[in-house]
């Protein structure tokens, strides 16, 4: 069972990132705040879910939330500044569109540049642990996929659909066939070493 919170009588929002990983597209993140007596128990890491899951739970979340708000960096950002810098700018965005000020983050992971003068806390595996950042990782991951498929309509032949970005085989082979596009993170290793040599 996930813990409500980690500090009582204290606003505390979650937040989580997706996207880090991928070669393509925007990285995203999510800032949550939940009332401390919110359960739900489906509720959990975004990865441990299915795609199923993840959709069903982000209306519940949106409607239970006391605030919650995304927040995305774009390719060419993520190329000028890296992606660790870029995922917490992602969160920053997030945080900063919250209609209620959070008093206390909690953030999935183990660093995290301060966001003004909030107090936070680096939780590793934090979405497996805290409902409010397992509601942040559902959000991020929702919002990136729907902007991933959007993408994919307008580049088929990279299957962002299935991939959403993420650097499997087929990607990484359609790299090769057609080239990159404006959404490819060009500072990333698009192709593995050994194919770059052909």
């Known amino acids: 069972m996930l813990l409500q919170y980690k500090n009582k ?3 505390e929002a979650g937040c ?6 991928c070669l393509a597209g925007a990285v995203y993140a999510a800032a949550v705040i939940l009332p401390s007596d919110f359960t739900c128990e489906t509720l959990n890491d975004s990865k441990k879910l299915t795609e199923k ?8 979340i949106e409607k239970e939330a006391i605030a ?18 870029a995922s917490f700018l992602a969160m920053h965005r997030a945080i900063e569109q919250l209609s209620v000020r959070p008093e206390y983050l909690l953030i999935d992971g183990n660093r995290f540049k301060p966001y003004q003068n909030i107090p936070h806390s680096c939780e590793i595996k934090g979405d497996g642990r805290f409902l409010s950042i397992a509601a942040a990782s559902v959000l991020a991951k929702t919002y990136r996929d729907d902007y991933m498929n ?9 299957n962002w659909d299935k991939n959403k970005g993420y650097p499997t085989k ?13 959404y490819h993170r060009m500072t990333f290793q698009l ?3 050994q194919l770059e040599l052909f």
């Not at 899951?53 to 519940?60: D, G, K, S, T, V």
């Not at 087929?170 to 404006?182: K, L, N, Y």
């Open 9 to 11: 009588n204290v606003v």
């Open 191 to 193: 192709l593995e070493r």
């Open 170 to 182: 087929a990607h990484r082979t359609a790299i090769r066939e057609f080239g990159t596009t404006p």
């Open 53 to 60: 899951q993840r959709y069903e739970l982000r209306p519940l």
């Open 16 to 21: 989580d990132e997706a996207g880090r990983g």
């Open 68 to 85: 919650w708000a995304v927040g995305c960096v774009s390719p060419e950002e993520i190329d000028k500044i890296n992606i660790l810098n």
């Open 150 to 158: 959007v993408l994919h309509e307008q580049y088929p032949q990279y």
